[in-house]
């Protein structure tokens, strides 16, 4: 149930809209927590009108029932909206970009370059279309202060000097990124349940959360596991709401965390424990949030590029396709520059694609 959904968005008369307001009735969840008579207590309205409203938040908040034969002809009628990476070899295999209506994980150890690749988004979904971007704001969440104004509006000049060539353009796209500094997990959750008006006000055509594992692991120790999976849940189902109903592209930052495996399979039976268990990096958070996100880009340092690759390879990373309905299992390198991620171009660093679909 979609129950935070805001009041204007029921149609209802901007006058009754502010009434309810004033008595401090925001979202459906607000109306549908009070019976009638309490409502009608409450507004000093009529049984009618009370019913007409509770009528209305029910029906907001409930899912549509759909067929499979109204979903094919909604995909018809609506063409695909991608956001471009900018990254060209990326584009291609994903179908033209990051896809609207869809969870993009970004995972990687600390300082490969996430948030370099979230602020690369950032600045590309405000230009305008013709520049290859969606015309919109974005709703940026900083829960590592991680962001810099600074380094955005750098990206920005490099990648697209020409349209930058009007400081009021610069002015213009920095309004547009709409930070949110959170350090709780449940700030998180309260801010993405009354999102909506901003997305609608503000034209918000970006969700980027970076990152969702850095205040999960501070809020919850190893004792809740049960408490921190519940509160991904709920936020997975609101960040998935919000990119089917606006049809905008999410965008998680997550990290990563060591494994061990009982057992390596050329390990000898009557090993020691020392000798039996097998460590590897995978990303965080579990497989409840894993099967939240529709792609995943992992961004890893690669020392096989380094290898033999002198001078130039001392900076080598690799970006991964590790999940896509659109793509193979692809591993692209690239490095940081001026101009955020950008595909290497040193020749001892090719495309591989590791598995097929």
């Keep these: 149930m979609h129950t935070s959904r805001k009041l204007p968005r029921l149609g209802l008369d901007p006058g009754l809209v502010v009434h309810l307001q004033a008595k401090r009735l925001y979202t459906c969840k607000d109306i549908l927590s009070k019976t009638e008579f309490e409502l009608v207590h409450l507004l000093d309205l009529p049984l009618t009108t009370v019913q007409d409203i509770v009528a209305r938040a029910t029906a907001a908040s409930l899912p549509v029932e759909t067929t499979l034969l109204d979903l094919v002809r909604a995909r018809q009628q609506q063409p695909r909206v991608c956001l471009p990476t900018g990254l060209a070899s990326l584009d291609r295999h994903l179908g033209g970009g990051i896809s609207a209506g869809s969870i993009i994980e970004i995972v990687g150890p600390s300082g490969v370059g996430k948030t370099q690749l979230c602020h690369t988004l950032a600045v590309l979904a405000t230009l305008p279309h013709e520049y290859g971007g969606l015309d919109g704001s974005v709703a940026y969440f900083d829960t590592e202060t991680s962001f810099s104004a600074d380094r955005l509006v750098e990206i920005a000049l ?20 709409l930070v949110y500094s959170l350090t709780s997990s449940f700030d998180i959750l309260k801010k993405l349940n009354a999102l909506e008006e901003a997305i609608i006000e503000r034209n918000v055509k970006l969700i980027v959360l970076d990152s969702v594992a850095s205040v999960v692991r501070k809020d919850f120790d190893s004792s809740s596991t049960f408490r921190r999976q519940e509160l991904l849940s709920k936020q997975a189902s609101v960040l998935k709401y919000l990119a089917e109903s606006f ?8 990290q990563v965390a060591t494994r061990f495996d009982r057992q390596a399979d050329n390990a000898p039976v ?5 000798s039996v268990k097998v460590s590897y990096v995978t990303p965080a958070l ?6 939240s996100v529709n792609t995943r880009l992992v ?27 659109m793509s193979s299992v692809v ?11 950008e595909l290497s171009r040193d020749k001892n660093a090719q495309e591989v694609v590791i598995a097929n679909p």
């Design 158 to 177: 490099a990648r697209a000097p020409d349209y930058f060539a009007d400081t009021h353009r610069v002015d213009r796209t920095a309004a547009s990124v």
């Design 247 to 254: 049809q905008i592209p999410v965008v998680v930052v997550n």
């Design 270 to 274: 009557d090993a020691g424990p020392s």
């Design 286 to 291: 579990g497989t409840l949030w894993a099967h």
């Design 299 to 325: 961004l890893d340092y690669n020392q096989m590029d380094m290898v033999g690759a002198g001078d130039s390879g001392t900076d080598m990373r690799r970006l991964t396709i590790a999940k896509s309905p």
């Design 331 to 341: 591993s692209l390198p690239y490095q940081i520059s001026d101009a955020g991620l």
